[in-house]
């Protein structure tokens, strides 16, 4: 069974999740919102992208829903003290590695679409 799934943050990871466990041998494919996406301090960030790879792959903060679990925001707290940020966005250390790679894939040349698959490798999302 084929299955295509329009899908963004939190929601459409978790919802994901219980497609995944209902109709695990599907044949699942997801087209991930990237309306979202914007670009603090020079970094491709793509959350919803993230979020659902990371739900997926079992690295999210289940607390919070987003993020990395067992997150530090070390960096963070330094563009902070700089006065630079998005205070409003929390970006941790682990998170903030997603970011720098995926940026460096375009900056190659890669698509966002080629750059999501080469990061889900490592979280194999199924």
């Keep these: 069974m084929r299955i295509t799934v329009l899908a963004g943050g939190v929601g459409g990871a978790r919802?994901?999740?219980?497609l995944r466990a209902a109709a695990p041998h599907a044949d699942v494919t997801v087209i991930g919102n990237t309306g979202d996406d914007f670009t603090p301090f020079g970094l491709h960030v793509s959350p919803d992208l993230d979020t659902v790879m990371y739900t997926l792959g079992g690295g999210i903060s289940e607390q919070q829903g987003w993020g990395r679990s067992d997150e530090t925001f070390a960096v963070l707290a330094e563009l902070m003290a700089y006065g630079a940020g998005p205070g409003w966005f929390g970006l941790g250390d682990k998170d903030i590695a997603t970011h720098v790679l995926r940026t460096a894939m375009?900056?190659?040349g890669k698509t966002?679409?080629?750059a999501t698959a080469s990061l889900c490798e490592r979280w194999r999302p199924g």
């Design 15 to 18: 919802f994901l999740r219980g």
């Design 106 to 108: 375009l900056a190659a």
């Design 112 to 114: 966002l679409s080629e």
